[in-house]
C-alpha cells in the first residue's frame, strides 16, 4: 500500500513540476518498483505546431527524464546514472494524442550491475528506446537514449 501511494505521488510530482508540465505531457503510471512509467501527451494548444501537428520538442520533452529517473530508483544507492545523448526519429506527424510506455526488467537490471562490478570497469553506457504511439499503436516517433552509468565509490558502504 505504501509503495502504491508513494508512486502515485510520483506521478503527481511529475505532473506538478513547471519544468515537465511545460512539456505538455502527462505521467499517467508509475510502477512502484520504478520498473514501468507510463506518459501520454494530447494535442493541445499548449503541444500543437505551426501546420497543426504536435511539436517535435514537446515530443522529446515529454520522453526525456524517465530512463534516467527510472535507472536512479532501480538500482539505488551506488550509481552514478545521467543521460549522455539523444535521437529522435520522426516517422508520422503527431495528430492525435500520443503514449509512451517505458519499461525495464529485472535482467537488465542485474546485467547493469554484473558489468559494472567486473574489475576495471569504471562506467558503461546503455541505450534505450521508446517508442511514441496513438491509440491504435502506430509508432509516430522513435527516441533512442544512451545513459551514463557508473558505480559511485563515495556512496558505497
Same mark, same amino acid.
Given at each position: 500500500?505504501?509503495?502504491?501511494?508513494?508512486?502515485?505521488?510520483?506521478?503527481?510530482?511529475?505532473?506538478?513540476?513547471?519544468?515537465?508540465?511545460?512539456?505538455?505531457?502527462?505521467?499517467?503510471?508509475?510502477?512502484?518498483?520504478?520498473?514501468?512509467?507510463? $506518459?501520454?501527451?494530447?494535442?493541445?494548444?499548449?503541444?500543437?505546431?505551426?501546420?497543426?501537428?504536435?511539436?517535435?520538442?514537446?515530443?522529446?520533452?515529454?520522453? =526525456?527524464?524517465?530512463?534516467?529517473?527510472?535507472?536512479?530508483?532501480?538500482?539505488?544507492?551506488?550509481?552514478?546514472?545521467? =543521460?549522455?545523448?539523444?535521437?529522435?526519429?520522426?516517422?508520422?506527424?503527431?495528430?492525435?494524442?500520443?503514449?509512451?510506455?517505458?519499461?525495464?526488467? =529485472?535482467?537488465?537490471?542485474?546485467?547493469?550491475?554484473?558489468?559494472?562490478?567486473?574489475?576495471?570497469?569504471?562506467?558503461?553506457?546503455?541505450?534505450?528506446?521508446?517508442?511514441?504511439?496513438?491509440?491504435?499503436?502506430? $509508432?509516430?516517433?522513435?527516441?533512442?537514449?544512451?545513459?551514463?552509468?557508473?558505480?559511485?565509490?563515495?556512496?558505497? $558502504?
Amino acid at each position: 500500500m505504501f509503495a502504491s501511494l508513494r508512486s502515485r505521488l510520483y506521478r503527481l510530482g511529475f505532473n506538478c513540476v513547471p519544468a515537465y508540465r511545460g512539456t505538455g505531457g502527462r505521467v499517467t503510471y508509475v510502477a512502484p518498483d520504478w520498473q514501468e512509467v507510463r $506518459v501520454k501527451l494530447p494535442l493541445s494548444w499548449r503541444t500543437r505546431n505551426y501546420v497543426g501537428t504536435i511539436f517535435g520538442g514537446s515530443i522529446y520533452a515529454a520522453v =526525456d527524464p524517465f530512463y534516467m529517473m527510472m535507472l536512479l530508483k532501480t538500482l539505488g544507492d551506488g550509481y552514478v546514472v545521467w =543521460d549522455k545523448e539523444a535521437d529522435i526519429r520522426f516517422k508520422k506527424p503527431g495528430q492525435e494524442t500520443l503514449y509512451a510506455r517505458f519499461r525495464l526488467t =529485472d535482467e537488465e537490471l542485474e546485467a547493469i550491475r554484473a558489468e559494472l562490478a567486473v574489475e576495471g570497469t569504471e562506467s558503461i553506457d546503455r541505450h534505450y528506446t521508446v517508442d511514441l504511439v496513438d491509440a491504435n499503436g502506430t $509508432v509516430h516517433a522513435t527516441v533512442r537514449k544512451t545513459i551514463y552509468i557508473s558505480t559511485d565509490e563515495t556512496k558505497k $558502504v
